[in-house]
Nanobody
């Protein structure tokens, strides 16, 4: 398994969750790792990026609320999600590849692994 996301669950609005993504060495060594999310009936969107030198970038919808980090010793990427909103409800995935800084995207992604469901509801 190249990518395994975990840590999702049901949380009330305003709450927090921390997601983890264990990656194989070949994926983790890519230019950048990212967290994506896909809500029912919608496309999969990139929400956070972290490069090999730990530079980060975020989608406007999560900026100031989410924080991406990485543990190079464990080949693991994290997503700390605070002040969660119902619109954050989605399946969250991680992936890695070549960083396209100018457009804030990651190319040449690995095969998608299993995501983790995040549901924000009272």
């Amino acid at each position: 398994v190249q990518l395994q996301a975990s840590g999702g669950g049901l949380v009330q609005p305003g709450g927090s969750l921390r997601l983890s993504c264990a990656a194989s060495g070949s994926v983790f060594s890519a230019d950048a790792m990212g967290w994506y999310r896909q809500a029912p009936g919608k496309q999969r969107d990139l929400v956070a990026i972290i490069t090999r030198d730990s530079s980060t970038a975020y989608a406007d919808s999560v900026k100031g609320r989410f924080a991406i980090s990485r543990d190079n010793a464990k080949n693991t990427v994290y997503l700390q999600m605070n002040r969660l909103k119902p619109e954050d409800t989605a399946v969250y995935y991680c992936n890695g590849g070549r960083y396209l800084k100018q457009i804030g995207a990651i190319a040449d992604l690995a095969s998608w692994g299993q995501g983790t469901q995040v549901t924000v509801s009272s």
